[in-house]
């Protein structure tokens, strides 16, 4: 079989320059009942991120996510590891906005990428949602595939998401990029 990962891998190399990417500043944080650890505050890659998602850089997606695969190498190899879908995906690379992330981490750590989770829904955007009203927006919109062992994304906020892909299909552990460094009031 194909290995989509590496043959994106070798497209990235050939055309992507070095882009300065800070040295990791670690942390975990526990929600309910699963740990996540992030490589990074939001403030300290947000430019890269939004570069990245919002500026069409997959190159740099990717580097980002070889950057989280190559630290936490030693916890996602050989891990059955899977991410957030978005509606109307098909796993995992057509159209996934997750891709070159996912790519990257995948090429650094030797984990195994798992489609565990499906949207079945459209939901609303959940950036300015409150926390109560991002688990209202996201209820009935998941549908579990598989068992896996690591979430993985590039952000987590308030964790609603994690807590609600956890309730259709539980894993262990969660890894992202960055954890947004600010607390929302309600």
């Known amino acids: 079989m194909l290995n989509c990962y590496k043959l994106y891998a070798s497209y990235v190399d050939s055309v992507s320059r070095p ?17 996540v650890f992030y490589l990074y505050t939001y403030s300290q890659v947000r ?5 990245w998602k919002f500026g069409g850089d997959s190159a740099l997606g990717f ?18 590891v899977s991410y957030v879908p978005a509606f109307g995906e098909i796993y995992p690379w057509m159209g996934n906005h997750l891709f070159p992330f996912i790519a ?6 030797g984990c195994r990428i798992l489609q565990a989770y499906t949207k079945v829904r459209r939901t609303a955007p959940q950036k300015l949602l409150s926390r109560s009203a991002r688990r209202r927006n ?12 690591v979430l993985l994304d590039h952000v987590a906020t308030t964790g609603v998401t994690a807590q609600t892909l956890y309730k ?15 607390e929302l009031v309600y």
């Open 168 to 182: 259709v299909s539980p894993f262990k552990t969660m890894f992202v990029l960055t954890k947004v460094d600010l």
């Open 104 to 109: 990257g981490v995948s090429d650094a750590s």
């Open 47 to 51: 430019e890269l991120v939004h570069r």
């Open 63 to 80: 580097r980002l996510g070889q950057t989280l695969g190559s630290f936490y190498r030693s916890s996602l190899q050989g891990k059955s």
């Open 138 to 149: 996201l209820e009935g919109a998941f549908l579990g595939l598989r068992s896996i062992e």
């Open 19 to 35: 882009v300065p990417i800070p040295r990791p500043d670690p942390g975990s944080v526990k929600i309910g009942q699963f740990d």
